[in-house]
Every structure is written in C-alpha cells, then in structure tokens.
Antibody
Framework: QVQLVQSGAEVKKPGASVKVSCKAS????????IHWVRQAPGQGLEWMGW????????GYAQKFQGGVTMTRNTSISTAYMELTSLRSDDTAMYYC????????????WGQGTTVTVSS | DIQMTQSPSSLSASVGDRVTITCRAS??????LNWYQHKPGKAPKLLIY???SLQSGVPSRFSGSGSGTEFILTITNLQPEDFATYHC?????????FGGGTKVEVK
C-alpha cells in the first residue's frame, strides 16, 4: 500500500542540525511532490515547504528560508528535511506528506518524527 | 498572506450529534480548501478536498461546503472515532496555510 515511513525521534542541542528522512513506497516516488509540515506542542499545523522528487526543485515557507533544506535520493525513494541552527521553539512533531496535484491536497502522510531541542 | 481562521477552537459533543466547524479565509480562495482529521499520535488524515469532495474511504457522514471565504465541515451522526482535532488548509496559494484547528471533545 501507499505509505510514507519517517525516521525515528531525535533529541538535539540548541544550535545543532537535524535531518529527518521520509521513505516512500507503493507508488512512483518521482510523480508526487513531498511537503513537510510541523506541529509544535499545543500549536496548529504549520507548512514548511515542498520538494519535487523528480527535479529536486524546492520551495520553502518564508519563515524557514535559510534554515531548512529539502532533498531526496531517488534510488531509495527517500526524501529528507534538514533543519539547521535549531532553537527550543523548533521542538515539534515533523510530518512529511505526499501532495496530490489532482486533489490539491496532501493525501498520504508519514507517521511523524518528534524533534526535541533541549540543552 | 492569507489567514485561515477556524471556529470554534474546541467544542463538546455527544455520539450521534451533528457537528459543524467553520473555516474563514482572509481573502477569497475560491474552492481551494481542504479538511484534515488529526488524532493524537497519528498522522493527519485527508477528509475533504477542494471544499466539498470526499476523499476515498472517508465515511459519508463527513461533508464540506462553501466557497470564497467561508467554509464548513459537517459531521452528521458523530461516532466515537470522530473525536479528534480538525484542521482546514487553503490550497489556493503556494503557502498552503492551515487554520488553528478545532478540537472535538466528548461532552
């Protein structure tokens, strides 16, 4: 079945970087954009950006420009989201999601990766 | 930037109730509005896309309506598995802004 499986929980110190992976299966990885969304404790969902796995082209929310990099390895159908210069307010659950352009919506989501930033 | 405002932020309901959640956009987004259900410890789940289209596999007790700036998610005959947080999201712009969420709790 179609699924996205994310890497495990991370604990990082302020100023460090974190790289979360998102492995796709059950569909052609290069045919759908991958988007990243996060949810901080007690907060709503926040869209971070997108990546086209075919071209590698990316687009980031203004808030994250300069601090996030989205990449992919098509040989293993895996997308990555790297966040640098971590701060305590980056503590959140991070989700990858497949964008279906026919639906104009995110139709398949990963299970989420908890990133905790603490000294 | 478009702002998405959901109301209420939380509500209490009983099994069998009819529940309505409103999402308002700060400017017209045509029909480019999605609804997601989110349960603790689970991934969000797409319920409704482009305002009123039911995602495959989603029960018909969920429905969406609206266009322009005001949208409604309706759950008829609320079931135990429907207690969750519901998020709207605009897909009119490339910023894909979410609303703040509405938590549906047990009365």
């Amino acid at each position: 079945q179609v699924q996205l499986v994310q890497s495990g929980a991370e604990v990082k110190k302020p100023g460090a970087s974190v790289k979360v992976s998102c492995k796709a299966s059950g569909y052609t990885f290069t045919s759908y954009e991958i988007h990243w969304v996060r949810q901080a404790p007690g907060q709503g969902l926040e869209w971070m950006g997108w990546m086209n796995p075919n071209s590698g082209k990316t687009g980031y929310a203004q808030k994250f420009q300069g601090g996030v990099t989205m990449t992919r390895n098509t040989s293993i159908s895996t997308a990555y989201m790297e966040l640098t210069s971590l701060r305590s307010d980056d503590t959140a659950m991070y989700y990858c999601a497949r964008w279906d352009k026919k639906l104009y919506a995110m139709d398949v989501w990963g299970q989420g990766t908890t990133v905790t930033v603490s000294s | 930037d478009i702002q998405m405002t959901q109301s209420p932020s939380s509500l209490s309901a009983s099994v069998g109730d009819r529940v309505t959640i409103t999402c308002r956009a700060s400017q017209s987004i045509s029909h480019y509005l999605n609804w997601y259900q989110h349960k603790p410890g689970k991934a969000p789940k797409l319920l409704i896309y482009v305002a009123s289209s039911l995602q495959s596999g989603v029960p018909s007790r969920f429905s969406g309506s609206g266009s322009g700036t005001e949208f409604i998610l309706t759950i008829t005959n609320l079931q135990p598995e429907d207690f969750a947080t519901y998020h709207c999201q605009e897909s009119y712009t490339t910023r894909l802004t979410f609303g703040g969420g509405t938590k549906v709790e047990v009365k």
